[in-house]
């Protein structure tokens, strides 16, 4: 069965940092998206984005963040400085064409020291 | 803006008992989708099941199936013959099925189900 793959699945940066999370999306999937989790609390929507732009994004996704895909098959999640705050599971998942197999990716553990 | 409450935090179930998961939710759309997620202490998200709104029958699967109350915005998980596997936190999820915020899924804040032997 097709799947979303992350990395790293764990990642420990210093405050102020910038640190760049990696998914590789289904490999026919057209919507990609990122959910940030922190510890014992909901999962939260961050961005998508279709047709090599951002279609939505939430008020969590400010200037800090950033979202690319350079390269037509990775979809990458940039934090230029991070904060202690940031700690948190990042999930990618992906989607087909009406929200078809949409999948979540096993996620990046990011903690902030 | 879309609004999922679950408002169970914890629920707990003997093994080979039922059990059920409550959820509600809060839109203006009258096409969309829901679901719920499975998060087991690895923190992966699988998904258990999937409704679309315009279904009026309920989904199944397995051990699993869902009380789909469109008019009173109600969606509760029901887990039959419940296993020591099935313990993790659940979520519900929303979904509208077109306009601007197409694709992005809108969770509660999650039931922590335990199974005792």
């Known amino acids: 069965e097709p799947e979303v793959t992350q990395t790293p699945s764990h990642q420990v940066t210093q405050m102020g940092q910038e640190v760049i999370l990696r998914c590789v999306p289904i490999?026919?999937?057209?919507?990609f998206y990122w959910y940030r989790q922190i510890l014992g609390q909901k999962v939260e929507f961050l961005v998508s984005f279709y047709n090599n732009e951002i279609s939505e994004k939430s008020e969590i996704f400010d200037d800090q963040f950033s979202v690319e895909r350079p390269d037509g098959s990775n979809f990458t999640l940039k934090i230029r400085s991070t904060k202690l705050e940031d700690s948190a599971m990042y999930f990618c998942?992906?989607?087909?064409?009406?929200?078809?197999?949409?999948?979540f990716g096993s996620g990046t553990r990011l903690t902030v020291v | 803006a879309q609004t999922v409450t679950q408002s169970q935090p914890e629920m707990s179930v003997q093994e080979a008992e039922t059990v059920t998961l409550s959820c509600t939710y809060d839109?203006?759309?009258?096409?969309?989708?829901l679901f719920w997620y499975k998060q087991p202490p690895s923190r992966q998200m699988i998904l258990v099941i999937r409704?679309?709104?315009?279904?009026?029958q309920n989904a199944t699967e397995n051990r699993f199936s869902v009380n789909f109350q469109k008019a009173a915005k109600s969606f509760s998980l029901k887990i039959s013959d419940s296993q020591l596997g099935d313990a993790a936190m659940y979520f519900c999820?929303?979904?509208?099925?077109?306009?601007?915020?197409?694709?992005?899924?809108?969770f509660g804040q999650g039931t922590i189900l335990t199974v005792h032997p």
């Open positions: 999820a929303y979904r509208a099925a077109g306009g601007t915020s197409y694709g992005k899924l809108t």
């Open positions: 490999s026919n999937h057209l919507y």
């Open positions: 998942a992906s989607s087909g064409l009406g929200g078809y197999g949409y999948t």
């Open positions: 839109t203006s759309e009258s096409d969309y989708y």
């Open positions: 409704q679309e709104a315009y279904k009026q």
